[in-house]
């Protein structure tokens, strides 16, 4: 039987280890755009090390919330953990990023905008009792923001593979994504809102009746 309360199982340790990932990628990039001494001979290893890192937490993201629906291990120190290390990663390489002039600012605002107005309107429909399922735009938003981000930290040409070009563009649809699913999810919620208001009035009316 699941326990709700329950801290230590895979996902959650998953989910942790995500959260430890996330100071070796902001180090990472911070020596290479602090232009340290030490750091300057290992600018490329660096950028490889803090892509490779995302690429992990990425995985462990993947990861954790599989085996929490394959084994129905559903608890609320994971319930609150995740979505809050999910943002740090995101939010904290999206930041870094722009530091570096990897990626335009605007860029930033729309993906992390976005990020703190669908965790309201996730909030919100908690409130009324909703669930705001994610649609397809959002999982584009997410492929694509987690292909663009290590692509644009990795800021390479290998093989004649143009990653920063690649990112860039990743990044970009991303931003793109993110707008159109943050109006999907509006009109979704306002619709089930307005939905649950007629049903209460039609039971209103009936209970009267």
Known sequence: ??????????????????????????????????????????????????????????????????????????????????????????????????AMDRVHVLVVLILVLREMYITALRLLAMEKGISVPVGALGKWKTATQMVGIPLLMADDVPWGINMPLLGTIAIYLASLFSLYSAVEYSIGLIAKIQKMRKEKKRLIKSSKG
């Open 1 to 98: 039987m699941n326990n709700e309360w329950e801290i230590d199982n895979l996902p959650n340790r998953l989910t942790m280890f995500r959260v430890i990932l996330i100071p070796i990628i902001i180090f990472s990039l911070f020596s290479v755009n602090q232009k340290y001494e030490w750091a300057g001979a290992h600018t490329v290893l660096l950028n490889y090390i803090a892509a490779w890192t995302f690429v992990a937490a990425s995985i462990t993201d993947f990861l954790d919330g599989f085996i929490a629906r394959k084994k129905n291990i559903v608890t609320i120190f994971g319930s609150f953990l995740d979505p809050i290390a999910d943002k740090f990663l995101v939010i904290s390489a999206l930041i870094m990023l722009q």
